[in-house]
Structure formats: C-alpha cells, structure tokens
C-alpha cells in the first residue's frame, strides 16, 4: 500500500475519524455533564460545551456524595477495585508463569492433558461459568471476602498460554547451557528465563490490570457488605436511586474518575506494553 | 584435566532406533578430539551424552576415572561451546562469564581475576559491560568460549562453534581455538561436519557414519590411509576418486586402462580403487596410461580440479595452473598411491601407510 491515491487517502482518514468520533463522543459527554449542576442536566438535551462546576462536583463526589446514598465513600470503592485489580494481575501473572514453566519444561504424566484442561478454560470466562462458580464460592464461605472476590478471576488460562507460546521461543541451547553452569530449574527460572519474560509480563500487567479493574458482574454477585464494593459496583447503585434526582453530575464525575487509572497505566507502561506484543528478545 | 573414556556407548530412541552404536573411544589428557561426519551420523548425540544432556543407553562414560552416566552437566566438571552461543541476553558480557561460577559459590574477588583473564585471553575486555546483542557474530563466539575456559573444567566439549561464522572468520577462529586449546591443554571434544575444520583442528579425527566409527586416527592418518570408502569420500577435498577396477593376476584394470602392480596384488577379482586427485599426474613417455577425456575444469587458483571420463567412470584430477589442457589427458598414479577396497563391504584392503592401531602415540605429533 505504498501508492498515493488521493482518494483512498482521504477515505481511509474519514474512517478513521468516523470511529474515533464513535468511542470519544460519549466520554466527552460524561466530561461536560461533569462540569454542569443537576437542574442544567435535567432542563433539556445534554450541552455540549463545559459548564461552571467542575470544581463543585468533583469535590463533592470525592468527599460525600457516595456516603449520601448508603455507599462507602468514592476513596473507599477505588481502594477496593484498586487492591481487587492489583491482587488479580499479580495473582494471575503468578499462576500462569509457573505453570508454563511446568508444562514446558518438565516431562512428568498427563502433562499434555493438563496442558489441555488448562486450555479448555479459555473457552469459559466467568461469565459463563457464573452460577458454579458462585455456589462453590457460597459453600466455601468465600463470599464478601477478598478471596471471593479474586481467587475465581485469577483462574484462567489467557496468560498460561501466552508464557508458553513464549518459554517454547526460547532455544533449547538457554537451558543446557544454564544446565551446564550448575543452575538448576528453579535457578534457571529465576536467574534467566523471569528476566527474558519482563517485557511479557510487563504487557500482561497492563492487560490484566484493566480487566481487573473494569469487573462488575462478579463483585456484584458475591459482596453484598458495602465495605468491599468497587467502584463499578458503586456507579450502578448511584444511579438506582428509589425516589429523587439521579445526581447525574456527580455520576459523571465519578465515572471520568474511574476511568483515569487505566488511561494512565496504558500511557506510562505503551512503550513496554507494545515491546512486549511486538518483540522477542534473544 | 583429565582423559575421557567412553566405553560401548549407545543411544537408543523409542522406538529401537540406534543414534549411537556402541562407540569406544580414550581420550588422552590434553588431546584435541575432533568428532566427524554427515550430520545424522550421531556425533552431536554422542557429545551431548559426555556433557550429560542426553541421556546414555548403554555404555559408560568416565571423565577423569569418575563414570559420570548418572552425574548432572554441572557436576561432570565440563564446558560446552553451542553453535548457536546459548548467550543469556539479559545478561552482560560479564555476567555471562561469572554465572556458571556464581552458581558454584565462587568467592566474588576469584570471579573477577578469572573473568579478567579469560577477558583478555580472548580479547573481549572492552566488552564486559554490554550485553550479546551489541556483539558481532565473532565476538559472541569469544564470549562462549570465554564462558567456557573461566570454569577451567576438565574438558571442553564443542557442539559446532563456528557454523554461524562466515568463512573468513571461521578460518580465523579456528586457529585461535586450535592455540587456545594447546594453551590451556585442557582435554577437548569437538563436533563439526566440516572435514576441513576437522583436519586443521584434531590431534586425532573420528570418522563417524550411521552411529558406528568408520576410523579412529591422526588427520594424515585417515587421509594417507581410510579405513573405508566412506572415509576415503568424506575426507579430503577434493573427495577421493573411488572407481571400480578388476585385479586379474596381478594386473589392475580400471576401465580401458591395465595397470601392472609390481608385488603381490592384494587381492583379486572387483575391488574398489581409491585415487586422489592430488597423486594424479601426466604421464611421461612409458609410463602405464589412464586416459582421460576432459569434461570440465575449475580453476581454483593455486591448483585446477580436471574433471573427466576414464573409461565410463567420473576422474578429477587436480593439475598444476601452468598447463594447456586439450580435450583429452593421459594421466598415470604411482602405485603405492593407489587404495583399494573391497567390492562388497567398501572397507580397506591392505597397502599403503597401515592404519594406525595405536590410538594413544597418534595424538601428540601432528600439528
């Protein structure tokens, strides 16, 4: 697609253009009704240019809004999504290196059937397995808990197979030549191949993390103490409110809030994140 | 240091395939040990099986008087150079060096004065601090190597060094290992399919072919005198001239040409008549005739390869530059140049230099 064709030039741009307009209206949406009072909102279509009370709106949703509607404050729910993110990218990075570790580099029996049972899972997200998952969570007695709320999301294969697909580039020669220098298979796996998997791991953080924190249905399945509710879970009831306005504003202002942590994860770690997708070092 | 002993060894794969067919070879303390043959013919699976990363079948392995069959690569006391480098990329020149030593448990001030040496043994110190990627193919190859001496293990074992090096460099690198290993003295293995490398390099050759040894011996040794046909066509370049020939009394005849063979003939009947392109040469007036219709030639500069029909069969004969060659040459090989072998098995019969037997007095003189 080297050749300058005008035409082309210019409908590819509006294609382009047509799709960003598409993802970025309703975010500016919710930034200018942000920045708007309630009886604005109410009074009429949505204005499309910013309003006076930014400063008003944010403040309050920092500071008592939450509180005023039987929910723990806003600081609160995004410690929660921030601990229950963090817990599951971590939890899940952990697992799945470890047993792409295993299924690659130790001969021991089943190992292919693991390695199938482990790929199958991919094919069931929570969503699907949702009322079992739920009813072992129950009888376990996990629920309203921080293991309720991780440990099924951290079960899942995405990451397994992608560090396998990996540890199989990585030539044969790495390990015997580890082997021959009297590093055993947990000393190659510290010394060698954790470092060679940084970039990897780095993009999976980012991934991982913005799938954590955007969780709604099983937070909202398995906690019903306000004290573990995440921030998702905090929009929703804000706007089921039984009689009275829907503070709108301050739903926004919430709203433009929860979505700045993975706007700047994927900011400051694109360098590491599109490395890690794109190249293999060796 | 140490010898290596490697007794009836054998590597079978599931399935009853036999990679390796029961190889013995000793290994003197000091020697330089060159494995070689077609790829396939077993000579990295055998290597591998001294280093430990393979396991052995049948057979024993001693290094140093210890068997060392069931030992860990690591507690063989050995080192191996990969063809592909095997450089951990994450690491630093110097880390790379000092990791097989760290694992020992190595005090810090030995690893540094160990690293420094082999450093400036192979000339890499002003790399230390930058990782493999920054390095050119030679200078990773130095790296291997320098991975390998600063262990000062009984044995290096090399799998291939220099098939990623482009010629020139190769032809350069193997002289450096060549004097690095006479340096040191320290008991080598070397893997190469390159019978030019393994010529220049070896104290003693080992001709492998299918897993078995086709011949044990110094390179001039398996040159003047191959065990087989095998041998006779894989080393050397150009290959030997094998052509079929009939003995009857004690007249050698290889196609239209009767060659008298003064002595007893060693046998009689179809044998299999070796000739090196090199032993070649114009007849004079008198001379027993071999004539030969030239086909092609390449000029190699220093020496040019006549390839030609004597009779139905394919000759090359290597002759000097300042010749004029026409369509057809009347060449002649003295006698005791002349190998035979047999018909049916392809193994040498008798005459010329005998094959050496003694596998220990081979390995110090040639150079």
Not at chain 1, 19 to 33: E, H, Q, R, S, T
Not at chain 2, 166 to 180: C, F, N, Q, T, Y
Request: glycine fraction near 8%.
């Amino acid at each position: 697609m080297v050749e300058n064709r005008p035409f082309l030039t210019f409908l590819t741009h509006a294609f382009l253009i047509l799709g960003f307009a598409v993802v970025a209206l309703p975010v500016y949406v919710a930034i200018i009704a942000s920045t708007h009072d309630i009886s604005t909102l109410m009074s009429g279509p949505v204005p499309l240019l910013p309003g006076s009370h930014f400063i008003e709106n944010y403040t309050q949703i920092l500071t008592s809004a939450s509180a005023a509607n039987g929910l723990p404050n806003y600081s609160h729910m995004a410690l929660n999504s921030l601990i229950m993110a963090l817990v599951i990218t971590i939890g899940k990075i952990a697992i799945s290196i470890i047993s792409a570790f295993a299924i690659v580099y130790f001969r021991f029996p089943l190992r292919q059937l693991a390695f199938w049972i482990i790929f199958v899972t991919l094919m069931l997200p929570v969503e699907v397995r949702i009322m079992p998952t739920y009813k072992i969570v129950a009888d376990l007695g996990m629920l309203n808990s921080w293991a309720g709320l991780t440990i099924p999301l951290i079960a899942s294969a995405t990451a397994t197979f992608l560090f396998r697909q990996f540890f199989m580039t990585v030539p044969d020669e790495m390990l015997e030549a580890a082997r021959v220098d009297g590093a055993g298979p947990m000393k190659f796996f510290r010394d060698i191949l954790l470092p060679l998997s940084r970039t990897n791991i780095g993009a999976l953080s980012v991934i991982l993390f913005i799938y954590g924190w955007v969780q709604y249905l099983w937070p909202l399945l398995v906690t019903t103490d306000p004290g573990y509710y995440t921030l998702m879970m905090g929009m929703k009831r804000m706007v089921t409110v039984q009689d009275g306005v829907i503070q709108w504003q301050l739903v926004m202002a919430g709203s433009v809030l929860a979505m700045l942590p993975p706007i700047l994860i994927v900011i400051f770690m694109q360098r590491l994140f599109i490395r890690g997708l794109t190249e293999t070092e060796k | 240091m140490a010898g290596i002993k490697i007794a009836g060894v054998s590597k079978i794969y599931a399935g009853g395939v036999k990679a390796v067919n029961s190889v013995s070879i000793d290994i003197a303390d000091g020697e330089f040990i060159v494995l070689v043959g077609p790829s396939g013919c077993g000579k990295s699976t055998l290597l591998r099986m001294v280093a430990g990363l393979e396991a052995i079948s049948e057979g024993e392995v001693s290094i140093g008087g210890k068997v060392v069959n069931r030992m860990e690569p690591a507690e063989r006391d050995i080192a191996m150079v990969f063809q592909n480098y095997a450089l951990y990329p994450h690491m630093t020149v110097y880390q790379n060096l000092a990791y097989g030593l760290k694992n020992r448990g190595t005090p810090k001030a030995e690893i540094d004065a160990r690293v420094a040496e082999a450093a400036r043994m192979l000339e890499i110190t002003q790399y230390l601090e930058r990782k493999p990627r920054a390095l050119s193919g030679g200078q990773r190859q130095r790296v291997a190597m320098g991975r390998a001496i600063v262990r000062k293990p009984a044995a290096f074992l090399f799998d291939e060094p220099l098939s990623n090096l482009d010629a020139k460099l190769r032809v350069s690198m193997r002289g450096e290992i060549k004097r690095l290993q006479r340096r040191l003295g320290t008991t080598s293995i070397y893997v190469t399919h390159d019978q030019l490398e393994a010529m220049t390099l070896a104290d003693r050759l080992v001709v492998l072919n299918g897993g078995r040894i086709e011949q044990i011996g110094s390179p001039l040794e398996v040159y003047h005198a191959p065990a087989s046909t095998f041998v006779a066509s894989f080393i050397g370049s150009p290959a030997m001239n094998l052509v079929a020939g009939e003995i009857h009394g004690n007249r050698l005849a290889i196609g239209p040409a009767l060659i008298d063979l003064a002595g007893a003939p060693p046998a009689s009947g179809a044998v299999t008549v070796g000739l090196r392109a090199e032993d070649l040469r114009l007849a004079h007036e008198g001379e027993t005739v071999l004539p030969m219709t030239v086909d092609y030639v390449e000029e190699l500069g220093a020496q040019r390869l006549v390839h030609g029909l004597v009779g139905d069969q394919m000759l090359t004969a290597s002759m000097p530059t300042d010749m004029v060659i026409g369509e057809s040459l009347s060449l002649t090989i003295d006698q005791d140049r002349l190998h035979f072998f047999s018909a049916s098995d392809g193994k040498r019969i008798g005459s010329g230099t005998n094959v050496a037997t003694d596998k220990t007095t081979a390995a110090v003189e040639t150079a």
